[in-house]
């Protein structure tokens, strides 16, 4: 579907786990929140993942961790080559510039009481951009890039007078004003009306196309993988349960989860209602001190005894599609 | 199927510093025992102030406030506030809100809760409102046991079931739902659909079902209205709407959803929703419509009844029947 | 959704919007007035050596005078100040003649003057200014009544050259003079009358003014040729100026201006300086989080608890502090006060708001996105609050000065209060004593109050909407 991307890797995190200590009470109990579970991702350029999971599965967390907002407590993350795990965040200043996030509410994500320039133009004067004429071009060029025009009009505004569309645009504009090569997107449509999502899905697209960027885009809506990414990770309880091209996976879901989220996702079709969906009940697992098996197996409908003691191992099924679970006994 | 609420021209317009807000304008639809009616649109369009119009559940802006509404052949615009409130509002017809599950009062157990409308709405002592209320918590699939939790101790989907209990523990023939769904994980979302669709057929219920998202609305939708800046622009059947939509902002929409399991190109609706206080002359979707001609911005369509579909637009007038 | 709240147009139009906010505005803008022209027409230094109290230019005004309105309130047309001065006037004829002999010179002073008001002078004085080498000048004093011959008051030898005679006080003089009148009028006084009466009443059992031209005159005795001898006579108004006279003839006007600029920069700078210091605590305290919020929250706690006014009057008497350090220590008493708690909890509220992760991913620093990014946002609401605040600050000093702590040489308008009451000006009648400086106090108070309410209206609800 999509043209081949180029073969470098531009993203490798391999066995990322990254935990939480929960303290009950100033003399109580501390628990081990472990929200990013032993992940490995692997991201080349002009390439985008999509990381689908439900709330609670660990996939924002996962994001910030990459981006080094947070520190991990086990794996690697490598960038470009650049091992970035540990290093100290005064020494990240580049990789500030090389990786960005588009953020779920637009409204949330700007500051009110900047106008749109200068929401854009703060990333500029943080990094030094100098002098002001030159920062006022490259935020004029952002706009562009984003199609909100006409430029001028909208660099005077400020983002209670947008709607959450044209808000979201700016976001886009702000993460692309550094030039990254890597974009997190962070829900980036699901606060946004039916008709708007395909408008930035479609301009996301483009931009990936344009300017050579790599995409991370996380969403528990499944539908919209299609249209956007060429490889989807499915996330459950901390762990990547499925990846794979997105094709496969969705023609081909190997993992019960997966199954059960297609399942659950309906597509337009009046046969619905006479039918009930197959999904297992119950609710996402606690993240806190989680026991050595298999996280969905609680509500899986194909548990096997195994599944309760043991935390299965990733498993390659077809080329590329890998899968964690002990139905695929290697 | 016999008509169980019956909507004319239906309007509901708030005042404000810059003029009225026409939310709800000129709106008639009619809904038969047993089915479940949806009403999709896009943020802004008017469909929760649809829904606020039905239970007379006014803020105090209003502006205008007209038209009928007929239940079982009762006139509810003719009752005073009083009898609305004693005999219809949560008695006959009742609601589960956009966003309940974080409006359920964090300090007040949820057993209490869900019997609160038996004490308010029918006098109920106290022992038999919760005893009712047990029988509903159960109806939804929880556990009686929680009767005696907090909110906080729930999770949201489980919230969301107590919120439709508490809906339905006073035997509502109509209930109404707003995005009833909304900020629940998809298999959550998917489990309280397959308990939506349980409990219309095991209690007889009539839906109105109020939602964006227009793939979810076929999980449960007989019939479909579509609104658009306060109009409601089509009402078809399911079976034609999903297939076949008539309206071009419906098929404008239906293009705009992506599928997991067919192949399509998506599209999506150049512009902005119009504002509600100064629509667009003449037929409010015309700045967006690829077909728009001369007349549609000059004149705003009536209600065609085209193959037992009702459309709003100029382009079925001569097919009318 | 409304103008932003940076937007200086957009909210002073919509604080125009509210009436209260007009009419605080309109107040304040008038207080600062009334500040400009205090400061311009006596300048800080002049007004400190004026206010001392102890300073002449008030000896020639009239003690615990009444302001000129306070006439309406009596019904009667109350005298004001006549300043018989050597110079030639409209107000009044002044001669003066030099008869020289051989030993001697002689020199006649004469002033008419009319007299035409309702009630008597407070008092009388007169200023001798005379030049001579040893002999001691003697002056004799006639009076001249509209009605009636002259009478001779007294004769008085000169003690210095700048002699100053209280006739008031002067008891023989007082004794002689109701002698005189129980002859002219043949009645007998029950009740004492004082000189000044004396001097301007009619001829009649009732004592009342006798209107009409009168005439002072001095003759004066001289032995050395190049001697001489000038006098101005003060007949002391019961009235003055617009705002009155205190115990120490001061015209308490002077104070009423003054005290506006005081409690102005006061109110002001203590309300902005805490208000700002607090926000900054806040700011850090909830950005950094761990031991740094902990120790100011605690720090803040221990504050909160110690009883300001009680440890402010201590601190005053101890030291007795001018305005400017009490300015001080009320600001470092209070910076750690319950703003920075309420102020918090917004940091809080903000530091996890998205466009805050959003800078940390562009790299913005802690410091950059504390100012520039949370900072904003927090202002808006405290602006109500510090505008609230100024009256309590303004009452805060002249709570202090009425208990005497206040500063010991600024002419405030609780210094005035303190001292009217000190002075029994209630007692005495001297209501306007107390009055002006109170109505200002509430003045202040009003303005500020209405504005606060106003901008509170505005800020609040848009707070909501974040």
Redesign the interface.
Known sequence: MKESASNEVLLKVDKLSKYFLVKRGLWGPTFTLKAVDKVTLELRKRESISLVG??GSGKTTLG?TI?R?EEPNGGRIIFEGKDITHTPVEE??WY??S???V???PY??????FTIARILE??LM??GIEPREERLERVYKALEQVRLTPVEDFAHK?P?ML?G?QLQRV?IA?ALI?NPKLIIADEPVSML???????I??LLQELQDKLNLSFIYIT?????T??FSQWIYIMYAGHIVERGPVDKV?RNPLHPYTV???????????E??KR??E???G??PSLINPPNACRFAPRCPKAMERCHKEEPVEVEIEHNHWVKCWLYEP | MSSILSVSNLRLYYRTKKGPVKAVDDVSFELRKGETLAIVGESGCGKTSLAKALLRLLPRNVHTYEGSIVFNGTELMKLSNEEFRKKILWRKISMVFQGAQNSLNPVLKVGFQVAEPLMVHYGMNEKNAFRKAEEAIKLVGIDKTFVNRYPFELSGGMKQRVVIAMALVTKPEIVILDEPTSALDVLTQANIMNLLKRLKEELKLSYIFITHDIALSSELADRVAVMYAGHLVEVAYAETFYREPLHPYSKKLMASVPTLRSEKKLEYIPGTPPSLIEPPHGCRFHPRCPYAFDKCRRETPPMFSVKGELVRCWLYERERQ | MSAPITGDRGILRELLSYKSGIIGLIIILFLVLVSIYAIITIPYNEMLELWRGSNPVWLRLPKNAAPEWWEIFIGKKLPRNIDLLPIISDKYTYVKKVITDNTTKQIIIEYSFDFNYDDFPKEINIFFNATYHKRRPRVSIYWKKPKGEEIHLMDYRLRSPTDKLYLSNKLTLEDKLVRYHEREIGVKFKYPITVEKSLFMDFSPEIRVLKGKYKIRFIATLTEPEADLNAEVVIYGQVYGWAGTDHKRRDIGIAILWGTPIALIFGLSAAAMISLVQLVIAIISGWYGGIVDSVIQRVTEIFLILPFLPFLIMVDTFYNLNIWSLLLVVIVLSIFGSGVKIQRALVMQIKNYPYIEAAKVYGASGKRIMFLYILPKILPPIIPALVLSVPDFVFLEAALAFLGLGDPVLPTWGKVVSEAFSEGAVYKGYYYWVLEPAGMLMLTAIAFSLLGLALDKIVNPKLKEQ
């Open positions: 439900e709330s910030r981006l907002l990240l200043k500030r510039r990786a960005s996030l953020q779920q509410d949330g994500a700007m500051p009110s009481h703060e990333p943080v990094h400020y209670h709607s569309g976001a702000r550094l009306d039916a008709s708007v999502r395909i408008e899905l479609y528990h809506d499944l539908a919209t299609r249209y969705l059960a989220l297609l399942n659950a996702i309906p597509d337009p079709d009046p619905n209602r009930f969906r999904v297992p009940p609710e996402p």
